[in-house]
Structure formats: C-alpha cells, structure tokens
C-alpha cells in the first residue's frame, strides 16, 4: 500500500466505541499504518503531495471485522430448512441426524480445492460488503484429517485476497456419527488429539465450543477449556443459544475473549461477563432464520457496560448470511441496538472480541484498513436491509 493522503472525508473515526465524528477530516497513511488523523484545517501541510485520494465529503470508516463466521463448509440445507418450515424444529433434526452431521458428511467428502473454491465465494460477499476481517471457526469435520483441512482452508482464503483471516477450532461444534452415545470419548479424543495437533500445525487462534443441550455439556466445556489453555489458545463459546446453562459465566471464568450469541444469558451471566472484560458477540442472523423469540440480555449488557458486537455468524443451518451490514439491521431492528451500538460492534469492538487491539478505530498507529461509503450519515449503514456496499476498500491486504 503506497503512502497517501486521505482528504475531504467525513471521518467516522469509532474512537471510544462512539461514531467520534471528525468533519471535513484527512488521514495520512504510511507502511500500511494510520499516520495522522484529524481536521483538514490542521493537516500539516508537509503531508500535502500528490498521492491525495479525495472523499469528495463521503463517509470513511474503519474497514468491518466479522469475529464470528463457520463459512467454510459445503452443500447446503435448504432441505432442512423446507423441513423446518413444515413444523421440525432445529433440535429435532439435529437428534435425528440431520443439522450439523449432513454438512459434516459433504464436508468430509469435499476435496481441498472444492471446499476453498464454495467457501471462497462466501468470503467474497462479505468482503465486498467491507469486511477486511474475519474470523472463520472449523467445525464439519469432526475427525482430526477432516478439522485440520477446514483450517488449512480458512487460512488458505487469505491469500488472493486483501482480508486478514483468524481462525478458531470448533472441534466440540457436535458429536460426529462414530461417537454416537460417546460424547464423553469425543470430548477426550478433541482434547488429547484435536487441539494438540491443531495447536502445533499453528492452525488455529482459538478454541470454541458449542454448550448446549444439543451440544457439550458445562463439565466436557471445561474439559475443552482446560486443554486449550494447556496449549496456549484462548477461548470463546456459543453460549446460551437455546437455553440457559451458565456459558456465559463459564466463558467468563476461562478469560473468553467472547462468549457468542446469549439469548438466554441472565443477570448472574452479564455481571460475569464484565468482571472478566469478555465481549459479548450478538448473532441476529440465527436469531431470525430460527424464528428465535427470546432477546438477549441487551439492555442489561449496556448497562453493565458490556461491549456488544454483531457478526453473520456465516452457517448452513442456522444464519445463511453473507451481509454484515444486515446483520447489523438485524442488530437494531430485532435486538434494538443503536446504528451506533452495531457500528461499534463491527469495527472497534469485534477487533477486541479477536484480540487484534490494531484495527477498528481510526486512530494515528492502527492498521489503514478503511472504506469510503456512499453515505453521509453513519446511521445508514445499519438503515439498509439488503447491506449496504462500500464504493472503495482501502486495505493494507493479507495478516
Ligand atoms: N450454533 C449455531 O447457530 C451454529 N453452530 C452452533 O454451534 C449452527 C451450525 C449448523 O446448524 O450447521
Ligand atoms: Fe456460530
């Protein structure tokens, strides 16, 4: 990215989490970094030259970190969803073997290359609708060949592509066929073999599990914790989605960087969250394809002061979703964030929820990752229904 100047642009910078407006704004980059941040009028006029892009007035942003997608995957189920449609409910597909076991077999099934090329094109939506970041879990292939892959794959996105990619092993997402009745096993061989050898290929940032009555229980949570932590990798968790067994105080007891979804979280579960400074990622997105009635505890988390993030939460089952500025729609519409709240929540406070502290915020050191909107008020990112695109993605690329 070669040294330029930024001029004539309506900045929000999302500086303290708030849009933190800088009107008639410049921003000087250097070696893919923020340099300078500011009002036009106090630019210093050394950093004037040739290399000036114009806004023309235009909204800047900082680029969008999407801190919650399991994108890589293939087939589909649209099956499942005409089924649930006619009266199943996602539990009931889920024992029967359907859910997450039928992506896990065409999953399994799919070569390398086919598994990069569907995925792929998922990632190239988001990205076009200003995501410069995001994190992408494994979690349908269930067998240590088959997680391994995944990750190869989520890493191996990053390349051709100007994103920066994190990765989370989900290994704990279901209990594969060859385990059925044996989850206790399952969680042993995620333990002893899974996240040892994913930590030493270098394959993923983190670890997650899905704590659920359809998924692990609290205790095999732990167990999962214990051995992530064992291995250096920090943790995060699908917590309380579909009722309530204490994720969130569980995630907050392991220093989660995030505890994900908490539709069913209570009191106990947010005062958790804020002691240990864990971030609290919503997912309208499932919330709505579930036709979910329970709200998060949203009011409760702003008063306790709780960031909140909104993210697609990309998955065959439950959010088919490749918009984050939907998403963030979804946010303020059925969760009753503020535009402000779900801004944040994209930008400053899901780069915290990855544990990336240099992205987010438009701020002199941070990486230059920024869009130029057609838009003047920041509100109309999150106004839109079908998402919103930026016209111009102004990325240092790839790490
Ligand atoms: N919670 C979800 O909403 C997704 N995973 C999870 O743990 C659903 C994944 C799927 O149905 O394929
Ligand atoms: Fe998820």
């Not at 250097?30 to 500011?38: H, N």
């Not at 890589?72 to 024992?95: H, Q, S």
């Not at 919330?287 to 709200?295: A, G, I, Q, V, W």
């Not at 899901?350 to 544990?355: D, E, H, R």
Request: charged letters at 25%; one cysteine or more; proline letters at 5%.
């Amino acid at each position: 990215m070669p040294r330029h100047l930024l001029v004539n642009a309506r900045l929000a910078t999302l500086r303290g989490g708030r849009y933190s407006i800088v009107e008639k704004g410049a921003m000087a980059v250097d070696g893919g970094k923020i340099e300078w941040v500011g009002p036009m009028a106090e630019l210093d006029p050394r950093l004037r030259g040739d290399d000036e892009l114009d806004a023309h007035g235009a909204l800047v942003t900082p680029g969008l970190v999407d801190c919650h997608t399991h994108l890589v995957f293939a087939g589909n189920r649209a099956r499942e969803f005409e089924m649930r449609l006619a009266g199943a409910t996602y539990e009931e597909i889920a024992r029967a073997g359907g859910g997450i076991v039928s992506t896990m077999k065409a999953t399994r099934a799919a070569s390398e290359a086919q598994l990069a090329e569907e995925s792929g094109r998922r990632l190239d939506a988001l990205i076009e609708g200003g995501v410069t970041t995001v994190e992408i879990k494994s979690g349908y292939g269930l067998d240590l060949e088959s997680e391994l892959k995944c990750l190869r794959v989520a890493r191996s996105l990053e390349q051709p592509r100007a994103v920066s990619i994190r990765t989370t092993l989900l290994g704990a997402h279901t209990v594969p066929p060859e385990y059925r009745g044996r989850s206790d096993e399952y969680v042993s061989f995620v333990c002893e073999q899974l996240i040892p050898a994913a930590a030493k290929a270098g394959l993923a940032d983190a670890v997650d599990a899905f704590c659920e009555g359809i998924g692990f229980s609290p205790q095999q949570t732990r167990r999962v914790f214990e051995a992530a932590r064992t291995h250096g990798l920090r943790v995060k968790l699908h917590a309380d989605q579909l009722s309530n067994l204490g994720g969130a105080a569980l995630a907050a007891e392991f220093g989660a960087l995030s505890a994900d979804h908490l539709e069913h979280t209570d009191e106990a579960g947010v005062q958790a969250l804020r002691r240990s400074g864990t971030v609290a990622v919503l997912l309208p997105g499932a919330f709505y394809f579930l036709r979910e009635t329970k709200l998060p505890p949203v009011e409760s988390l702003r008063r306790h002061g709780v960031p909140m993030d909104v993210a697609t939460d990309c998955n065959p089952g439950t959010s088919p979703l490749t918009s984050l500025a939907t998403a963030m729609n979804m946010a303020c519409t059925l969760f009753r964030l503020t535009p402000e709240e779900a801004l944040a929540g994209t930008t400053i406070h899901a780069a915290n929820a990855l544990g990336l502290e240099d992205r987010g915020v438009l701020e002199a050191g941070k990486r230059a990752d920024y869009l130029i909107w057609d838009a003047e008020d920041p509100a109309e990112l999150a106004w839109t229904i079908a998402g919103r695109r930026p016209t111009r993605i102004i990325t240092p690329g790839a790490h």
